[in-house]
């Protein structure tokens, strides 16, 4: 009796769907699925089109193909069904992705199979394993020696590069690269079976994908990028590339402000590159993906001396982190000038962490009192495990950031650059350890020292006790309606709600979003008595929920003051005040703080409170002009109340109007502002707006008098931050920013 073959192929595609059925991030039908799918369906494929190599005819060849795309449909059986156990919040976009990625790697691959064995009869799998090899190298090329940082692929279809970009596209882009996949396959197996005319076929299938590619932007190289943006300017140390459309002003502001932070993580690193850094800034998040790869992550890649980011502003602390990453290169062995783990991957903790540790540009706390607050809340994780591979990628990133660079920074501080050299090259606490019985003890003692408040903590949950993208429900569709919303104009609040009903449909329970949607709706509640009743009910229920943290309930419960101060009748506004006071002392950030006082001392305020109310409550997306007659209301009311010049301060700041914005906020500050809060504004806005004015001498003492003051609760990080401001300013008094037209 004949003993019936075990059908392998729809064996190992059912097993392998079944088996990501229970891994993270890959247990749903959406992109990674599909990307991981696409092996196993390259396998099978490729095997039948070998076998089908000696058939001959149209009609066989049809049926094999038709046979290999129905095998290709058994994956998703074992994930739909899976998705009666887990959350699936896009399947028609997850399909659509399926049949992108594995199935078009079907045909290509069985069009390659079918070409291999036709061209190496005798030894198909290694010519296909050949070609296999041969279609990483570009994308590897590409990525080793090219901006960009993701792939698009024959068999794959697409690798996205970043894991942190959450937002995946399904763009037009990707279906006209598969359609080049097609085609070159296609070419490949006329060339490998006729003559002739097939050949000639053939090669136009392969000029039409390659010249399909430059539009696409599938093939950046460096001067195809830099052809693109259409700016370059160069200065001792480095290459800025930016969007041409970029004003020459800012250019040469750019320029100052990259030859500030060569100086200042020259110090830091007690050297500098060899070579020149290559900086690309991109107009915006759309163009960043579609150069690069990486949307709104920003990218270096130390082995170029490159990092890529969307045109910053002056002062934003991203810049020096990806510069450090640069600088980086020097203390690492080539070819990738990384950190590397003793298992020869890269150690993501060390080579983030002296990215933080050399910028040192974050507010209100520094990296050490985050990294005390996370082991007080106990979010925190043991350093030896972020700096292994798992350890780092299962971590909330942030967190994972701040506590290697809390480390690193206390490193260089106590043992000098030489030591944090000797971990970065080695990639291992043993390299400490050399020197120090047990650096991480030390640190962690170190870190006792430091002290954080209640409110502080607050943030610090809110912050850093959040998972990793694979501990996420839908991390890429919720990413995707968040982008959206962020784009939705003050005019479509109707989209606004519908976008937010969407992510509470994914996520019933997500506090963010029922904030945004209580924000939404305020905005309509001022004409609609319905509609604010229904938003304060929303406020009401928010803020009664304990789970939501301290942070979120504090926003929920300012709603519900805004809502009954807007209304205004007495039992309202009495309640407000109520609110107001009990949300006074809780300092969760200064922009928040400030707000809250100003509301406050606008509710005894009389005829002046009210104005100041109106403007302060106003729906968002009121038009400017509807926002000056208020403060001309408030002007009107008491000209030289120190709000008043506070906030008429801040107005002019806003329009570019130095001189105005200087002579306000030096009135409000010698009337005596009513909070802390309001005061470091003042000052800083004076400091701010010098600077922006190009009086660099007054900004740098401006910045140095705010920094030294010990009666406004400033944090360590704003100290470090105004400190840094204060340097900057003077670089620029000694450096000037030149514009081309000089």
Same mark, same amino acid.
């Given at each position: 009796?004949?003993?019936?073959?075990?059908?392998?192929?729809?064996?190992?595609?059912?097993?392998?769907?079944?088996?990501?059925?229970?891994?993270?991030?890959?247990?749903?039908?959406?992109?990674?699925?599909?990307?991981?799918?696409?092996?196993?369906?390259?396998?099978?494929?490729?095997?039948?089109?070998?076998?089908?190599?000696?058939? $001959?005819?149209?009609?066989?060849?049809?049926?094999?193909?038709?046979?290999?795309?129905?095998?290709?449909?058994?994956?998703?059986?074992?994930?739909?069904?899976?998705?009666?156990?887990?959350?699936?919040?896009?399947?028609?976009?997850?399909?659509?992705?399926?049949?992108?990625?594995?199935?078009?790697?079907?045909?290509?691959?069985?069009?390659?199979?079918?070409?291999?064995?036709?061209?190496?009869?005798?030894?198909?799998?290694?010519?296909?394993?050949?070609?296999?090899?041969?279609?990483?190298?570009?994308?590897?090329?590409?990525?080793?020696?090219?901006?960009?940082?993701?792939?698009?692929?024959?068999?794959?279809?697409?690798?996205?590069?970043?894991?942190?970009?959450?937002?995946?596209?399904?763009?037009?882009?990707?279906?006209?690269?598969?359609?080049?996949?097609?085609?070159?396959?296609?070419?490949?197996?006329?060339?490998?079976?006729?003559?002739?005319?097939?050949?000639?076929?053939?090669?136009?299938?392969?000029?039409?994908?390659?010249?399909?590619?430059?539009?696409?932007?599938?093939?950046?190289?460096?001067?195809?990028?830099?052809?693109?943006?259409?700016?370059?300017?160069?200065?001792?140390?480095?290459?800025?590339?930016?969007?041409?459309?970029?004003?020459?002003?800012?250019?040469?502001?750019?320029?100052?402000?990259?030859?500030?932070?060569?100086?200042?993580?020259?110090?830091?690193?007690?050297?500098?590159?060899?070579?020149?850094?290559?900086?690309?800034?991109?107009?915006?998040?759309?163009?960043?993906?579609?150069?690069?790869?990486?949307?709104?992550?920003?990218?270096?890649?130390?082995?170029?001396?490159?990092?890529?980011?969307?045109?910053?502003?002056?002062?934003?602390?991203?810049?020096? $982190?990806?510069?450090?990453?640069?600088?980086?290169?020097?203390?690492?062995?080539?070819?990738?000038?990384?950190?590397?783990?003793?298992?020869?991957?890269?150690?993501?903790?060390?080579?983030?962490?002296?990215?933080?540790?050399?910028?040192?540009?974050?507010?209100?706390?520094?990296?050490?009192?985050?990294?005390?607050?996370?082991?007080?809340?106990?979010?925190?994780?043991?350093?030896?495990?972020?700096?292994?591979?798992?350890?780092?990628?299962?971590?909330?990133?942030?967190?994972?950031?701040?506590?290697?660079?809390?480390?690193?920074?206390?490193?260089?501080?106590?043992?000098?650059?030489?030591?944090?050299?000797?971990?970065?090259?080695?990639?291992?606490?043993?390299?400490?350890?050399?020197?120090?019985?047990?650096?991480?003890?030390?640190?962690?003692?170190?870190?006792?020292?430091?002290?954080?408040?209640?409110?502080?903590?607050?943030?610090?949950?809110?912050?850093?006790?959040?998972?990793?993208?694979?501990?996420?429900?839908?991390? $890429?569709?919720?990413?995707?309606?968040?982008?959206?919303?962020?784009?939705?104009?003050?005019?479509?609040?109707?989209?606004?709600?519908?976008?937010?009903?969407?992510?509470?449909?994914?996520?019933?329970?997500?506090?963010?979003?029922?904030?945004?949607?209580?924000?939404?709706?305020?905005?309509?509640?001022?004409?609609?008595?319905?509609?604010?009743?229904?938003?304060?009910?929303?406020?009401?229920?928010?803020?009664?929920?304990?789970?939501?943290?301290?942070?979120?309930?504090?926003?929920?419960?300012?709603?519900?003051?805004?809502?009954?101060?807007?209304?205004?009748?007495?039992?309202?506004?009495?309640?407000?005040?109520?609110?107001?006071?009990?949300?006074?002392?809780? $300092?969760?950030?200064?922009?928040?703080?400030?707000?809250?006082?100003?509301?406050?001392?606008?509710?005894?305020?009389?005829?002046?409170?009210?104005?100041?109310?109106?403007?302060?409550?106003?729906?968002?997306?009121?038009?400017?002009?509807?926002?000056?007659?208020?403060?001309?209301?408030?002007?009107?009311?008491?000209?030289?109340?120190?709000?008043?010049?506070?906030?008429?301060?801040?107005?002019?700041?806003?329009?570019?109007?130095?001189?105005?914005?200087?002579?306000?906020?030096?009135?409000?500050?010698?009337?005596?502002?009513?909070?802390?809060?309001?005061?470091?504004?003042?000052?800083?806005?004076?400091?701010?707006?010098?600077?922006?004015?190009?009086?660099?001498?007054?900004?740098?003492?401006?910045?140095?008098?705010?920094?030294?003051?010990?009666?406004?609760?400033?944090?360590?990080?704003?100290?470090?931050?105004?400190?840094?401001?204060?340097?900057?300013?003077?670089?620029?008094?000694?450096?000037?920013?030149?514009?081309?037209?000089?």
């Amino acid at each position: 009796m004949p003993v019936k073959r075990i059908p392998i192929a729809p064996l190992l595609l059912l097993t392998w769907s079944t088996a990501l059925c229970f891994i993270p991030l890959l247990n749903l039908l959406a992109f990674e699925f599909a990307v991981f799918t696409t092996l196993p369906v390259m396998l099978v494929s490729a095997g039948r089109g070998m076998r089908a190599a000696s058939a $001959h005819g149209f009609v066989p060849h049809a049926r094999a193909l038709l046979g290999t795309l129905g095998l290709t449909l058994l994956p998703l059986g074992p994930i739909t069904l899976n998705a009666l156990r887990v959350q699936n919040c896009n399947f028609t976009e997850g399909l659509l992705f399926y049949l992108l990625l594995p199935g078009v790697t079907a045909p290509v691959a069985y069009l390659w199979g079918f070409a291999c064995a036709r061209l190496s009869p005798n030894r198909p799998r290694l010519a296909f394993g050949a070609v296999f090899v041969f279609s990483l190298l570009a994308p590897l090329g590409f990525f080793a020696l090219a901006p960009p940082v993701d792939a698009f692929h024959w068999f794959v279809g697409y690798y996205p590069g970043s894991l942190y970009d959450e937002v995946i596209p399904l763009t037009g882009r990707l279906v006209g690269a598969r359609l080049v996949d097609l085609s070159l396959a296609l070419a490949a197996a006329l060339a490998a079976a006729g003559r002739g005319r097939a050949r000639l076929v053939a090669s136009g299938l392969v000029a039409a994908g390659l010249a399909v590619g430059e539009p696409l932007d599938l093939y950046r190289t460096s001067t195809h990028v830099q052809a693109e943006l259409g700016g370059l300017a160069e200065a001792p140390g480095f290459r800025m590339h930016y969007p041409r459309a970029l004003p020459a002003e800012r250019v040469a502001g750019l320029m100052t402000e990259l030859a500030f932070r060569h100086e200042e993580l020259t110090q830091f690193f007690g050297r500098a590159p060899a070579l020149p850094i290559e900086v690309w800034f991109y107009a915006d998040v759309r163009q960043k993906k579609r150069l690069m790869g990486a949307g709104a992550v920003r990218i270096a890649k130390p082995w170029q001396r490159a990092v890529h980011l969307q045109v910053p502003d002056i002062g934003d602390g991203i810049l020096a $982190h990806e510069l450090a990453h640069a600088f980086s290169a020097e203390i690492s062995a080539a070819p990738h000038h990384l950190s590397l783990t003793p298992w020869g991957l890269p150690n993501m903790g060390l080579i983030e962490g002296v990215a933080v540790a050399a910028a040192w540009d974050d507010s209100p706390l520094d990296a050490h009192q985050w990294t005390m607050a996370m082991r007080q809340l106990g979010v925190g994780k043991d350093l030896r495990t972020l700096l292994s591979p798992q350890g780092f990628l299962t971590a909330n990133s942030r967190a994972a950031y701040t506590q290697c660079g809390s480390y690193v920074r206390w490193l260089r501080d106590t043992a000098g650059t030489t030591a944090v050299e000797a971990l970065y090259r080695r990639g291992t606490l043993e390299a400490v350890s050399d020197e120090r019985s047990d650096s991480v003890a030390e640190w962690l003692r170190f870190l006792e020292t430091r002290t954080v408040g209640d409110a502080a903590l607050a943030i610090a949950r809110l912050r850093f006790d959040r998972p990793a993208i694979f501990g996420k429900t839908c991390a $890429h569709e919720i990413a995707a309606l968040r982008a959206k919303l962020d784009d939705v104009s003050g005019a479509d609040v109707r989209e606004g709600i519908e976008l937010v009903d969407a992510i509470l449909g994914h996520l019933p329970n997500d506090p963010d979003a029922m904030l945004t949607r209580i924000a939404l709706l305020a905005r309509r509640a001022a004409e609609d008595p319905t509609v604010a009743a229904e938003t304060l009910e929303a406020a009401d229920a928010l803020a009664a929920r304990p789970d939501i943290g301290l942070v979120r309930r504090a926003r929920a419960r300012e709603w519900q003051a805004d809502l009954r101060a807007r209304r205004g009748t007495p039992a309202d506004v009495a309640l407000a005040r109520t609110v107001y006071d009990a949300l006074a002392g809780a $300092h969760f950030d200064r922009a928040w703080t400030r707000r809250i006082a100003v509301k406050r001392a606008a509710l005894d305020g009389g005829s002046w409170g009210r104005a100041v109310l109106a403007l302060l409550l106003a729906p968002e997306d009121a038009a400017p002009s509807s926002g000056d007659a208020r403060l001309d209301e408030v002007v009107a009311a008491a000209p030289d109340h120190p709000i008043t010049h506070y906030l008429r301060g801040r107005q002019a700041a806003r329009r570019g109007e130095t001189e105005a914005a200087v002579d306000h906020s030096v009135a409000a500050l010698a009337a005596g502002l009513p909070h802390p809060a309001l005061t470091f504004e003042a000052m800083r806005l004076v400091a701010a707006t010098r600077f922006q004015a190009g009086d660099y001498r007054a900004a740098a003492t401006a910045y140095g008098d705010l920094a030294a003051r010990t009666d406004l609760a400033i944090e360590d990080g704003e100290r470090a931050v105004l400190e840094t401001w204060a340097r900057r300013a003077r670089f620029f008094a000694e450096h000037p920013p030149v514009t081309p037209a000089d």
